[in-house]
């Protein structure tokens, strides 16, 4: 699986919106973006994912660039909740199932 | 709550023992994943199922792992002669058919004295 690049942590305050960047510029056709997010003493959970088009659900945007290197999760109105380690992970569409992560970037919102 | 539950929460084991954790998948999720997490790293794939096959192992499972999953429901991970090394936190996660998103339990940490 390609290999993804995020900050190490990220600083937002409650209320503004908080736009976390990857790097995946190694990214290949067949290959999904996706995140998860873990709070403190859970476990990972799924926010969105996406191929090329920009997506929305309701928990984040996420935003790819046209040559699909980089891509932005946006998280619109964070609160409290939202501290967590986020993790952009770069899967392959088929084949491989298992999720690759790395070392995520914890973000920190603040009040 | 993801609907996806690991026993026991905590298990606190000596050097050498045996310890099995269990995974309780959300129904019908065919897919079944263990992963592996220790402190201020992210989790680490350990071996997957689909159904009761497993199709794929990490070569971190080494042969003190094992992993079962009876009749494609829930799944048991055992690890036999438990080394310090082994404290973790132990992850699973389920996959419905015809989706991607894996939905992830609670956890089961494991600390080896």
């Known amino acids: 699986d390609a290999k993804t690049t995020q900050p190490t942590s990220m600083d937002c305050a409650e209320g503004r919106a908080a736009n976390l960047p990857c790097n995946h510029s190694?990214?290949?056709?067949?290959?999904?973006v996706y995140w998860y997010r873990q709070i403190h003493s859970q476990g990972p959970q799924y926010i969105i994912h996406g191929l090329k088009n920009n997506e929305t659900n309701e928990m984040a945007s996420l935003i790819i660039t046209e040559d699909r290197k980089s891509s932005t999760l946006i998280l619109p109105h964070a609160t409290l909740r939202d501290t967590a380690v986020y993790y952009c992970?770069?899967?392959?569409?088929?084949?491989?199932?298992?999720?690759?992560f790395g070392q995520g970037t914890r973000l920190t919102i603040n009040p | 709550d993801t609907g996806v539950s690991q026993n026991p929460r905590h298990k606190i084991t000596k050097r050498g023992q045996n310890v099995t954790f269990r995974c309780d998948p959300i129904?019908?999720?065919?897919?079944l994943y263990w992963y592996r997490q220790t402190l201020g790293q992210g989790p680490e794939f350990l071996t997957y199922f689909q159904n009761e096959a497993q199709l794929e192992k990490s070569r971190l499972l080494s042969d003190r792992f094992s992993a079962e999953r009876p009749k494609g429901s829930f799944s048991t991970l055992e690890i036999q002669r438990t080394e310090q090394g082994d404290s973790a936190m132990y992850l699973c996660a389920t996959c419905p058919t015809g989706k991607d998103e894996q939905y992830f339990g609670p956890g089961t940490r494991l600390t080896v004295t």
């Open positions: 992970i770069v899967r392959l569409i088929q084949g491989a199932q298992k999720l690759v």
């Open positions: 190694t990214i290949s056709g067949n290959e999904y």
């Open positions: 129904s019908e999720h065919n897919r």
